[in-house]
């Protein structure tokens, strides 16, 4: 009796419309599912295609990914407000016309020349003289015969520097065969040291500096100082009309075809030979290295342990080794390299190998016409100007070894405006290539990030000065600060007006 009742309820319960319809066939069921798993299957493969075009762990849509990618690669480091900031100071006074003159021999190439005239200018401001037009290096290892007037606009340089110092292109007829004190001055002096050294006036009408490179402190100088050198560095001491307008036209070809890595390839016969570096050299090549330092009587250092200075960072990278840490880096294999260099020691033997993995490198003649450059025949400084112009205009500047010519880009792509540097850990990176070498790491994804979060921190972003070394002193303390001309960061660059502070 339960039973009938309750089976009468469920049967009133049921909607009208059920008591109609015949019970399914098992064919009807088949058909159903069949149905439905081609539903699931289109579905299934519509998702599968949309993740496959997104990066792991990213719900960002696939054009945004790379533009973050490019981004990262191209984009330089913000400047946090940051700008130049030359002008002196309200306690700066005039130059007053002092009747005592100073005369100067820059020596080494042209990096080198060009931040030693700006140690000169300030010295002469500090001891009150009158600069006359340095005389240029003749007998390094380029033997460049150019002057002054070859490579710089001089004509700018006195009339940019009237306010600071009193500048004049040649010494006064009465004085040419006046007797001179000959001064070599300590490396990295103070203010101090030049007003001692001002008592040689007491003599003397003229003063004749031999040498005229790192004469100058890094630190604890005036600020008015510190800025009048980079007034002459970044305003006065401007290449001469050809250097100009040559390195103009070479960047506008560089930069029609999108962006460029200018690389510093630091992979030159006199580099390795003062290095002592010879990895991936035959014997004959090691040994022409060797006789050549032995023979340059101003290189002190003749015996060098080539795989000490190897594994301790100091050697240039080698062009393939560029070329590996370029990828590792993530640029692809179609960017445009330029390469700022001299002579690559061994030529297409060695340059092949950066070849290899970027195709693209353009030089100097590739990039001008053989006309264009046939009045810099022979000048490798005026050459040396042409690269320099293009280094500092690149979208990213790369150097395999920190030189004088490393440095001063640097130090002028900071003063622009922070634009991306990225310097080698090359201490760092020999333990990996040499893990390559050995087979115990390869090139791709694990490479890639080893390298990519070694240089987290190495692209140029700003900072202040670094100082010297802890637990030095003396001369060795000086020699181990930063370069002012590598940063010229605070003295030459400050807060803009209305910016915040920097988190």
Same mark, same amino acid.
């Given at each position: ?158 009339? /940019?520097? @009237? ?8 010494? %006064? +007829? =009465?004085?040419?065969?006046?007797? $001179? !004190? ?124 080539? /795989?000490? @200075? ?8 080698? %062009? +393939? =080794?560029?070329?590996?840490?370029? $990828? !590792? ?175």
């Amino acid at each position: 009796m339960v039973t009938g009742r309750a089976s009468s309820s469920s049967s009133s319960s049921r909607p009208r419309f059920f008591r109609f319809l015949p019970p399914p066939s098992i064919p009807a069921y088949v058909l159903s599912l069949f149905l439905f798993s081609i539903i699931v299957f289109f579905f299934s493969q519509t998702q599968i295609s949309e993740v496959s075009q997104k990066p792991f762990f990213s719900d960002d849509p696939p054009l945004l990914y790379l533009q973050d990618v490019e981004d990262q690669l191209w984009d330089s480091s913000f400047s946090h407000g940051l700008q130049p900031c030359v002008q002196p100071t309200r306690k700066y006074e005039a130059p007053q016309a002092w009747d005592r003159y100073l005369t100067v021999r820059s020596n080494g190439g042209l990096n080198q020349m060009r931040t030693g005239i700006c140690d000169m200018v300030a010295v002469a401001r500090i001891m009150n003289a009158t600069l006359v037009i340095p005389q240029l290096d003749k007998k390094s290892f380029w033997q460049d015969t150019s002057t002054f007037s070859d490579i710089f606009d001089e004509q700018h340089f006195i009339a /940019t520097l @009237q306010g600071d110092v009193r500048v004049v292109s040649q010494l %006064p +007829k =009465e004085l040419e065969s006046a007797p $001179r !004190a000959r001064k070599h001055f300590q490396s990295w002096s103070g203010v101090n040291y030049y007003v001692e050294m001002a008592q040689l006036w007491q003599d003397y009408q003229v003063l004749h500096v031999p040498k005229s490179d790192s004469r100058l402190a890094n630190n604890n100088l005036p600020i008015d100082i510190q800025r009048l050198r980079c007034r002459a560095l970044y305003q006065a001491l401007i290449f001469s009309s050809p250097i100009e307008s040559l390195g103009k036209r070479l960047i506008e070809r560089l930069k029609s075809n999108g962006k460029y890595i200018a690389l510093h390839l630091r992979y030159e016969k006199d580099m390795l030979s003062f290095t002592g570096c010879t990895y991936g050299l035959n014997d004959t090549e090691a040994e022409e290295l060797r006789t050549m330092r032995e023979n340059t009587n101003h290189w002190k250092l003749k015996d060098i342990n080539s /795989t000490e @200075q190897r594994t301790g960072g100091y050697c240039p990278l080698t %062009p +393939k =080794e560029m070329g590996i840490f370029l $990828r !590792a880096l993530g640029y692809p294999p179609s960017t445009c390299i330029y390469v700022a260099a001299g002579d690559i020691y061994g030529g297409e033997k060695y340059l092949s190998d950066l070849k290899s993995h970027f195709p693209n490198l353009l030089f100097k003649d590739t990039l001008a016409t053989k006309e264009e450059l046939e009045k810099f025949a022979s000048h490798a400084t005026q050459t040396a100007a042409l690269d320099y112009m293009i280094s500092v205009e690149s979208d990213v500047f790369v150097p395999s070894y920190t030189g004088n010519m490393a440095r001063a880009v640097e130090g002028h792509r900071r003063f622009l405006g922070h634009r991306k540097t990225i310097n080698p850990d090359r201490k760092g990176l020999v333990q990996l290539f040499d893990k390559i070498d050995k087979g115990d790491l390869h090139e791709g994804p694990m490479l890639s990030s080893l390298v990519t979060q070694m240089h987290k921190s190495r692209q140029g972003a700003p900072r202040k000065r670094y100082g010297s070394l802890p637990g030095l002193r003396g001369r060795d303390r000086l020699r181990t600060e930063e370069s002012f001309y590598e940063n010229p960061y605070p003295e030459c660059i400050c807060r803009s007006k209305g910016h915040g502070k920097r988190q």
